[in-house]
């Protein structure tokens, strides 16, 4: 873990010099603090498994053991956290000045809104072609939380059916599925796009009106809903 | 490596292209009906080279997304692919001829020809380009799946296959190669 966040703080060090990082951001980044407290400084960066003590979630002030004004949070990271309570090293190295840039930067983040658990980006419908009665959505499923969720159902007022397909191509054959459930990974995203996975609407409202409101339900009990443009593919 | 030596194919592809076309396989004559319910038969195609794929018109994915880069393919070979027609293999029996004819009009892109048949004449075809296909229950309300070969065949003034394309194909490439047939 230490060797770790010596090798991020070396290369930090090292490319930095002549750049000048200006932003709290920045420094956070340039002095490696993601290696373990994440890029988003949600506790999830690449070394956090390394580490005997969970990196702390910056992002919420609550959480934090030590102090959490500006001032203590810049004195937390010159001095670390005494006597290996936890694995936060000292960094007395990093002048006051960016310190503190880097607690500002803490409080902001935690003043920010939080993130949605999960998030529905991106939903498209291809446009229905006259002579069936079906047609493909598309959507990209967001995970923010740590916990696998799925998608276990969808619903349109603009379809009597919804059903999810996967499909999958190989030796040039294409095989399809109907699924119960589209896994998202935690902190990942389930995309829904040609040739892989996608929303099949079932005997559909004439003339299909676009945007095409679907409602999707996840296994957590979440609810959301997206309005997917009709379009063509390209 | 692998790299190089793919390199190194293109070269020698690229030289050796225009003249002959080597045949990757050799199809045959074939007879099924067009989207106008009257009988197709291969020969009519009279030298002149043809995209071919199989599908059906419920395919929600697959079929619209390769029909969607055979248009762009033939925007992008525009005159030199004027005479080429696409023909469009239905393994669906649920394909009549006019339902086939209303799907294909629909991409007005592309000079398609829906084809369908018995179930004995579309399993022949399917055989001759060594194809596949299996209609399945899967549950679905709209109705049974059929899971088909999504290759693209590009067939030559003979008939035979030329070229094979691949899901991941890209529409210049597939242009390139009817421009060249």
Not at chain 1, 64 to 85: E, L, M, N, Q, W
Not at chain 2, 87 to 107: A, E, H, M, W
């Amino acid at each position: 873990m230490r060797a770790l966040i010596a090798i991020a703080l070396l290369a930090a060090v090292a490319c930095g010099r002549g750049s000048e990082p200006k932003t709290g951001r920045d420094l956070y980044l340039a002095y490696g603090c993601a290696a373990c407290h994440g890029e988003n400084a949600d506790g999830l960066g690449p070394g956090a498994g390394l580490s005997y003590t969970k990196p702390r979630d910056l992002t919420k002030l609550d959480q934090y053991r030590g102090p959490k004004t500006v001032p203590g949070i810049a004195s937390t990271i010159a001095f670390g956290v005494a006597d290996g309570r936890t694995g936060m090293p000292a960094y007395p190295d990093i002048p006051q000045r960016e310190r503190v840039a880097i607690a500002e930067y803490l409080h902001e983040l935690a003043a920010r809104p939080p993130r949605p658990k999960l998030a529905v980006a991106a939903a498209w419908v291809r446009t229905p072609n006259p002579a069936v009665d079906v047609a493909a959505a598309f959507v990209t499923l967001e995970n923010n939380t740590s916990a696998p969720v799925a998608l276990v159902a969808v619903s349109s007022r603009q379809a009597k059916v919804v059903e999810m397909h996967e499909t999958k191509t190989a030796d040039g054959m294409m095989t399809m599925q109907k699924v119960e459930r589209i896994a998202v990974p935690p902190h990942g995203a389930a995309r829904l796009a040609p040739g892989g996975s996608h929303l099949m609407l079932i005997e559909l409202a004439r003339p299909l009106l676009s945007p095409v409101e679907l409602t999707m339900r996840f296994d957590d009990g979440t609810v959301l809903t997206a309005q997917a443009e009709i379009r063509d593919a390209d | 490596m692998r790299i190089s030596l793919a390199f190194l194919a293109l070269l020698l592809a690229a030289c050796g292209q225009p003249t002959q076309h080597e045949k990757l396989m050799r199809v045959g004559d074939f007879q099924l009906v067009d989207h106008d319910g009257r009988v197709f038969h291969s020969t009519s195609l009279q030298g002149r080279p043809a995209l071919l794929f199989f599908g059906y018109t419920h395919c929600p994915d697959a079929c619209p997304t390769t029909m969607s880069k055979v248009a762009r393919a033939y925007r992008e070979a525009g005159s030199a692919a004027r005479d080429i027609p696409t023909l469009f293999v239905s393994v669906d029996p649920r394909d009549t001829p006019p339902v086939l004819k209303q799907y294909l009009g629909y991409f007005r892109a592309v000079p398609a020809k829906g084809l369908t048949g018995s179930k004995a004449q579309i399993d022949a075809v399917v055989r001759q380009f060594g194809a596949r296909y299996e209609i399945r229950d899967s549950g679905s309300a709209a109705g049974p799946v059929v899971d088909h070969t999504i290759r693209l065949f590009l067939l030559d003034r003979d008939g035979d296959v030329i070229r094979l394309f691949e899901p991941d194909a890209d529409a210049k490439d597939i242009a390139k190669a009817m421009k060249g047939a």
